[in-house]
């Protein structure tokens, strides 16, 4: 089983690459062109996005190093303590939302620290899996067609944020406790 998966996950980037390239040249499409003609606009689209992720990336660095994660969690450590939740997934369930990178360093600090195997580590990398960079993709999504008003894309991108952390915590509870 092994050898077919190994077998798969290197022929599928060639294998979908050779389709791309035959129904480019079945439909007559200028594949060359029109891929370059697609760089120029991504490179476009970077520029204009530049500015929401550093306002992003700021922001994290803001709240990491003012110490607000970990004075929070001090004060939060009783009420998570009687949920049987980690007081160290705090820091990774408050920037999950504003930055993949913050969180997976987070996470990595949380595997270090506890363990793999650890009740911790386990919540974790079900949070990461089950939350989304909110702010981060719609920096990204929304600033490359301009759109500066998102106010409800947000709360529907923070509550669904919070209903994954929550739906991880209850099954993780479930599963490993």
Known sequence: MREVLNLISV???PLIIAI????????KVPVYETFTQG?????KISVKIIPYLIAIMAAVSMFRASGAIEALASLLSGPLEA????????????????????TLGIFSDIVNSNGAN???AKLSAVIVGS????????SVYFGAIGVTKFRHAVLTGILADIVGI????LICGWLFL
């Open 20 to 27: 791309i390239l035959i129904f480019g040249f079945i439909k």
């Open 166 to 169: 929550i739906a991880a915590v």
């Open 39 to 43: 760089a120029k606009e991504g490179i």
């Open 118 to 120: 650890s009740y911790a």
């Open 131 to 138: 939350s989304e960079t909110t702010f981060y993709v719609l």
């Open 11 to 13: 022929s599928i980037l």
């Open 83 to 102: 949920l049987k939740i980690p007081v160290d997934t705090l820091p990774l369930m408050l920037t999950r939302s504003l930055s993949g990178g913050a």
